[in-house]
């Protein structure tokens, strides 16, 4: 790790002698694998490129498996997290990275666009991930629009990679887990029992909003070392929840409905 930044270190000070001016924003770099060589003075060009129609960004280049594009807009302050695949890219890629960012009537377009440029660029993820394994569209719920609007009202940085899936059925059980969180993978999966007519959107997030306050809000250890899952922190968050004591209700009438006989 420290060679890692070491090498970083040394990269952009060379970069920083081959480009005019200093795009305004941070170009944060620690997050690629040492052994990835990259073009630096490519990276420092998108950076700069991006911050002249962006009136500056912070730009975070990353080595996800998933997430390859997010932009968000903080204390008003452009942040981008790009896979190290754009370093390199086109002008038209540029318009579609800006439009993304700064939002607009064109931004479904952007999104599209730069989904194709994923497409393009597979090869360039570390380790080839099954697009198939993550289904966030159900056939009566999207989670996809669900955590995106809960990433945008939270607005933290450790939601930036979350991703979601519809979970797979398992054996018939006795009791039912709705959601779950893995922080390896910075998964979502929601249970598939869920995705059918008779269950409310309302709940469906709930459960997606349960799930991403578990990004946030890690299990502790409390004083005997026990570990908790949902701390005092997580459930006065989970409270906010807009329809959380109707959630609750609706869970308490309807459960029976998802459990064996
Ligand atoms: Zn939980």
Request: hydrophobic share 35%; proline share 5%.
């Amino acid at each position: 790790m420290k060679q890692q930044q070491d090498f970083w270190k040394w990269a952009e000070r060379q970069a920083a002698d081959e480009v005019d001016s200093a795009p305004e924003g941070q170009l944060d770099l620690s997050e690629l694998p040492p052994d990835l060589r990259l073009s630096v003075p490519d990276i420092q060009q998108l950076h700069a490129d991006l911050a002249a129609r962006l009136d500056g960004v912070d730009l975070v280049i990353t080595d996800n498996l998933r997430r390859m594009v997010s932009a968000r807009r903080k204390q008003g302050r452009h942040r981008l997290r790009l896979h190290h695949m754009f370093v390199g890219c086109g002008e038209e890629t540029i318009d579609a990275l800006v439009t993304l960012a700064a939002g607009g009537d064109d931004v479904d377009d952007a999104r599209q666009y730069l989904q194709q440029y994923v497409d393009n660029h597979r090869d360039k993820i570390s380790f080839e991930v099954d697009p198939d394994e993550l289904q966030a569209c159900g056939q009566h719920h999207d989670l996809g629009p669900m955590l995106d609007k809960w990433r945008e009202r939270l607005d933290e940085d450790q939601l930036d990679d979350v991703v979601i899936t519809w979970g797979r059925y398992g054996k018939g059980s006795r009791t039912i887990r709705f959601g779950s969180y893995d922080f390896d993978r910075e998964l979502i999966r929601v249970h598939p029992a869920l995705d059918q007519r008779w269950v409310p959107e309302f709940f469906v997030e709930f459960i997606v909003y349960h799930e991403l306050l578990h990004a946030l809000y890690p299990p502790v250890q409390d004083d005997s070392s026990r570990r908790v899952v949902h701390t005092d922190e997580f459930r006065r968050m989970e409270r906010k929840f807009p329809r959380y004591q109707e959630a609750l209700a609706w869970e308490r009438n309807n459960l029976p409905r998802f459990l064996d006989d």
